[in-house]
């Protein structure tokens, strides 16, 4: 079955519209600051995911103005959007949706205190609703991918464990995931509060894996950035792991000596992809997500049946099933 967001997004839909209106603002707001031409820069808009897990939630605890949470929904947002512009700075990235990344328009500086201003309108955003624990959390959470990226940056490959993987995943990106599906619970001190933030934990560390297995697998145009590009930055994923982990002693010599950290040219990419085959790396990682995936389910049944229940369960199955 083919899953499309519009259809997942139905219940939500003038809502979701809200909220990209209010990132593309905020995303123009900031590149007025450094005169940046729009057209050449990264789009704001992107999947929404997180916002609309943070209104579908809402919805599915028995909100019913969803349209209270557009903020909070866009504060989500704009804090994935600034991870993302810090995470370009420190990737030497280039490419970012289909378009320059904001570290190649601007200088490294400039990019960073965009990815700054980002975080300072999210906060602004979450104070709108008089929540202090709403705001620590959020704060936390800014504090959680730090610190992912922090303790794994320097680890090697032969030291990483697929324990690693995960604690990578669940602080980069599982936390944001999670504070956005239970923000809507603490705001209305709903008792499942709880239960929406292991779902978004669990559905965002497959959302991850996925990110990472589309790396190794996915074309360049429809990913919007260059394919193999977590090889040539020398990142441990949980798919690299598990190629490393099953590659004989001479494959991996060679896999760090002309591969790794390197610009990789047609030969080695061929090289790669046989192996990701012959290991069968593909099928081994969407066993992984789907165990993931049955998981946060689990606890969306925990809810009363609702349509914002049936779309975040159609948006699990999304997360695992898309292309890019």
Same mark, same amino acid.
């Given at each position: ?40 820069? /990264? ?7 997180? /916002? ?131 923000? /809507? ?5 709903? /008792? ?133």
């Amino acid at each position: 079955m083919v899953l499309n967001l519009s259809d997942i997004y139905e219940p939500i839909q003038e809502a979701i519209s809200e909220v990209a209106k209010e990132v593309q603002k905020v995303w123009e707001d900031a590149l007025k600051l450094v005169n940046i031409d729009f057209s050449m820069a /990264p789009k704001a808009k992107g999947k929404l995911l997180r /916002p609309a897990i943070c209104l579908l939630s809402a919805g599915a605890i028995g909100q019913k103005n969803i349209n209270t949470y557009v903020s909070l929904g866009t504060a989500f947002e704009l804090l994935h959007l600034a991870s993302l512009t810090h995470d370009d700075v420190i990737d030497r990235a280039v490419l970012r949706r289909g378009g320059q990344s904001l570290n190649t328009l601007w200088d490294n500086h400039a990019a960073v205190l965009g990815g700054d201003y980002l975080v300072a309108r999210a906060i602004e955003l979450l104070g709108i609703y008089e929540n202090y624990e709403l705001i620590i959390n959020a704060v936390q959470c800014v504090r959680e991918m730090a610190e992912g990226e922090l303790k794994f940056f320097a680890k090697s490959i032969e030291n990483f464990t697929i324990e690693d993987c995960t604690e990578l995943a669940r602080r980069k990106t599982a936390m944001l995931f999670a504070r956005a599906a239970s923000s /809507p619970a603490l705001i209305k001190k709903s /008792p499942v509060m709880k239960t929406l933030f292991r779902f978004g934990e669990n559905i965002g560390i497959a959302f991850q894996f996925i990110d990472d297995l589309l790396d190794l697998t996915q074309d360049t145009n429809i990913l919007g950035k260059p394919r193999y590009s977590d090889i040539s930055e020398q990142k441990v994923t949980l798919p690299i792991l598990t190629l490393w982990n099953k590659l004989t002693d001479n494959e991996k010599e060679l896999f760090l000596l002309h591969i790794f950290g390197k610009s990789i040219d047609k030969k080695e990419q061929q090289w790669l992809q046989q192996n990701i085959e012959r290991y069968k790396i593909e099928e081994d990682l969407l066993q992984y997500t789907e165990r993931l995936k049955l998981t946060a389910i689990k606890e969306l049944n925990q809810l009363p049946d609702s349509i914002y229940k049936d779309s975040l369960i159609k948006l699990c199955h999304f997360i695992v099933q898309r292309e890019n």
